[in-house]
């Protein structure tokens, strides 16, 4: 269960705002689906607005590959216990052509820095000054 | 200052698991520099030479290119609040060819990521079934 | 399913600590509901009085607002990933008036707020001598 | 140290992207002061201008009063270990009027809410149906 | 749901690998159960086995007592809010003989270090020289 | 710098309540040092009080051994990220008897929660009903 409603299309069509959201979504994807995502966001509409068109610019054509991009986002998610993202996002990255063998070393990377990041932080590790910019 | 003691390359080289490691370290990267955090792990040679070894098997070639590897790696240390690794990692990267415009949008897609990240877990939206594997 | 048993109301009675918090939650809260978490807590007496005592001074008249209250609660919820305290805390606020619009809002600035971290982060900014106390 | 280099007015001056921020940074806020977040922001002008325009309008007037607004924002940025977050929210709500009692009591609030958040994971408190929205 | 498959037996005795580790998990644990993280991992049968070997060696006897690194694996597990893991591990933790007033002081120091933990960072309380290794 | 002041010896004699913690602080531990944590807390007398009394009974004899409960302790505050705790909860766990060959296991177990923390997440793997307590 949610913390808001989830708005079903018929409600969506009640809303300009949330409608041109739930349109453009579906003519950016080729998809007639709507994840649950965009559906709870839509109980604040200005936040659905923002939010969509903000996603659309960052994970669209840039100087990363997409499937780079997904990468980044389930790490990202994994590390903040998003239970949701890392559903979404896995199933995206697959989308975008993940095979087994990227998706078992993307995890062994995921692990590997999980691990580090605890070393460097208990043994409380000074930088080096190589490492400045 | 770090928890423990930072091992010097004398230190080093009276403890044969650590002078190994750190032998290989230099080996593997082409260069005589070893940055702290492999001396701070120095302080216990078993642990240094179980995460040497996975990490140079983890980040060496396969189904991922080292930049991705490195991106992946910057995205969970930065979730994890780890200063040194968002140091070291940021600096590997940038070695392994990263360019400012790369960066800017590895920065865009992380912060995407945390703020859906949040706002899927404070409106605890349901997994669609579409996400099953 | 949790990881202690949820003690029913038949079990409180037989131990004088819990029956003695169990009453005092319904009385401050003036309902006879007692939601799982002190059912949880219960399993272990002397955690459970303690948390409650704690819980009912802080979040009592002060010199913040309790819906405020709230909102700093359901913020600190979401970034720990706790589903269970963003359900009974986005509940709590919405008993203490939370409008849609107030809902909305907040959602915003804890996405906003979670971007920013993650620059601040992998940036490494150095924090500004202004900051300073 | 920072990852990226802090922009200075004089390049600051040589970008129309950045130039047009920093010049609504210091007419929003009513201060030639440009805290070291927006020149390190600056490295990637794109990142800057989306990250600045939907701050201000997020923490701009709306259904929450500002100094809420900056504690939910130092609530989150807490529980991320933010650190320069941490800093310059905690002044912003002084300069929003926040008291020494207020603060207190906030904290009171912020320390609640992590140990419930990690007794009601510890324990996996199944969310009661009296919760649902 | 997993966002991958989760091993039966059938598959496991197809993959030699799988085999190896699925079999020394049944010698080492003294039981036929194999629990779903390892028939998860099973999707990658060199990540299965680096990280069945490493725990093998990490959670077997040594200079900690069983007990206590289970106590800690779920200290670290509810701080990263893994569900799976508080489950598994604080079972484990029972297995090896924790008593209710063992969990309940557990979760008492796990609430305390949560709740001082903001409060450091909060607060960015400086480091007192005297803890200097 | 924090975001309070540190109250010196010279203040803590001006408020009662103060007085008293810091009086109880040394008593308690033999010794007349007051780290930095408990002068940054002062800021707040009633926040003092009933941090340093909670602390004092949960980390007081009981159940657990306190090297366990120190190392618990240190386990949560590198989740959580928090470098002052790392600091000073190692050091006390150095009093209180850790050796190194301690420490290196203990960081072997932080690492390896952490890793397979991320692996339970990002594979998302459902809890076997044999966990049910």
């Known amino acids: 269960m949610a913390t808001v409603p989830l708005i079903p299309d018929a409600d969506a069509e ?7 959201v739930f349109d453009d979504i579906r003519q950016t994807r080729g998809t007639d689906f709507i994840n649950n995502f965009w559906r709870a966001l839509a109980a604040d509409p200005p936040l659905l607005t923002a939010t969509w068109t903000r996603l659309k610019g960052v994970m669209g054509p840039g100087a990363l590959d997409p499937l780079t991009k997904e990468l980044i ?10 239970s949701y993202c890392v559903h979404s996002h896995t199933a995206a990255a697959r989308a975008k052509g993940m095979t087994p063998q990227q998706h078992g070393e993307f995890l ?16 409380q590790v000074p930088v080096d000054p190589a490492f400045e910019a």
Chains 1, 2, 3, 4, 5, 6 share one sequence.
């Open 14 to 20: 009640a809303d300009a705002a949330v409608q041109t």
């Open 73 to 82: 986002y389930v790490a990202v998610s994994t590390a903040n216990g998003c």
């Open 108 to 123: 062994a990377v995921l692990a590997m820095a999980m691990q580090t990041n605890s070393l460097a932080t208990a043994l």
